[in-house]
C-alpha cells in the first residue's frame, strides 16, 4: 500500500505541472479578457485530435504535429476572441458564460461528425522508468518537464516583455492601461492566442499518455476552473500551487478508493473552497 | 496646440458639458477650476479619448483628434495623470514607470528617462521594488505623475491633483509641477485648491455647470470679485 502511494503521490505531482498550464491558460483569459472560457478543455481535445489526424492518418511526425496543432489552437483562439467573445465585451455577465458554455457543445459536437465517437489514440512507445519502486511512465515524465518549461517561459514573457506587462496592467484597470497608449483589443487578442497556444501544448502533453474522444475535454475544464478557484480567480501563483494540490489529491484518492471518489474529492474541495474561503487559498478578498 | 472647441459631452442622457471651449499653446500652464460636478473631470476625459463628445471639435498640434482611441491619443502625446493617482496596484514602482513608456517613441530611451525620474523623486528609487499599493498617497500620486513623464508627452493633463492628500504633501505636490512646468512641458490642470493651482498657471478657466463662465491670464482671472469670493476666500 505504502509504494502504490508513493506511485501516486508522483503521478499526481506530474500530472499537476499539466494542469498548471492548463488552469494558467484559463486564469489568464479571466483575469486579462474578464470572461470565463468554459471550453477550454475542449479546446484541449480539439487539438489532440488535430495531432492524431496528423500523425495517424496523414502520417507526419508526432513533433512536427505537435508544431502545427500548437499554432493551430493559437489561430483558433484567435478566432474564438473575434468572432465570440468580442462581440459580447459589453453584454451581461450571464449571456458571455452561456455562450462560453455553448461552445462545449459546439465543439463537441464538431468533434463527434468530424471524428466520431470511438476513441482515438496514437501509438507511441516510450519506456516505463523506474526509480527504486517507484514507476514513472516516461511520456508523464516529459510531459512535467516540458509543462515546466512552458511555465517558465510563460514568467519571463509577463514579466520581462513589453506586451507581457501591458497584459498585467490590463488585468488590473483597463481604463488607466489605455491612457499608457495600450490597445485593449490587441491585448485582448494576444491573450487569446495564448491560451489557445496553451491548449495545443497541453494536446501535444497529453497525446501521448491519453487517447481522445468527443467529451475528453469536460472533466479537464472542469478540473481547471477547480484550480483557477482554488488559487484565487486571476492569481496565477495561487492556480500554481492549487493545480499540484488536486493533481496529488485526485491521484492519491484514486488509489485509496476508485477514480469516481477520486472526481468527487476534488468536487469537495471546491466546494469548501468556495463555502469557506471564496477568494480562494492565496486570492485577496475584493470589498464592494 | 491643443484647441478644444463648442464640444458637447453626454453620459448617457445627461449633459456634461455644453459647447466648451479651451486651448493651450506651447510651454502653457492652464488651470481650470470650479465647483465639485461643474465637469472638469469630463473635459479631460474627453480630450483624452475616454469620452467621445457628440459635438464639437478637438484639435491636437492641428490634426482632428475627436473620435480616436485613448490608446491612440497617447501615443500622439497627451497623458492624462487620472484622479488619486490611479497607479498599478500590483506592479512595482519600477513596473508602473516602465509601463509609462509603453508607446513607441518612449521606449528607446527607457533606461535613462528611469534615472531621471529617480534623480527627481528619491523616494521612488528607494521604493523601486515595492508594489504600488504598499505607497502613500502622496507618493501614489507622484508615481503617477513620475510615469505619465515616462511617456514623453507633449502636454500632461493633471486630474485633481492634490485630492485628498495632506496639506504639507499637497505643498511638496506643487513643487514639483511647477517643476515640471520649467521643464517646459505644457500642462492642462483641473483643481479644487484653486489658490494654490492659480499661483502657477498662466491662464486659468471657470467651468460651472457644464459651461466656460470666464477666462483670462492669471491676474486678470484672479483679480475678478465671482472668483475672489468663491474660490480664493478674499
Redesign the interface.
Known sequence: MGILLLNALVNGILLGGVLAILAFGMNLIFGVVKVIHMAYGQCVMLGMYVIYTLTSIYHVPFLLSCVVAVGVMAVWGGLLQILVIKPLLKAERLNQLLALAGLIIVFENLAHVVWGADLRGIEIQLPVLSLGNVFIKTPSLLAFLGSLIVLLVLYLFLYRT?PG??I??IA??V??????????GGIYLLTLVIGGALTGVIAAFFSPIYSVHPHFGGSFTLMAFIIVVLGGMGNLLGGFIAAFIIGIVTSVSAVLTSLEIAEISALVIFILVVLLRPQGLMGVRVSK | MLEVSKIDVYYGEFQALFGVDVRISERECVVTVGPNGAGKTTLLKAICGLLSPRTGEIRFEGRSIVGLPAHRIAELGISLVPEGGRVFPQLSVFENLKIGSYVERARRGFRQAVEEIYELFPRLKEREKQVADTLSGGERQMLAIARSLMSRPKLILLDEPSSGLAPMVVSMLFDFVADIRRQGYAILMVEQNARKALQLCDRAYLLESGRVRLEGDRESFSAEEHIRKAYLGI
Open positions: 513589453y506587462l501591458a498585467r496592467a488590473q484597470d481604463e488607466c492601461a489605455q491612457l499608457m497608449g495600450i490597445n485593449p
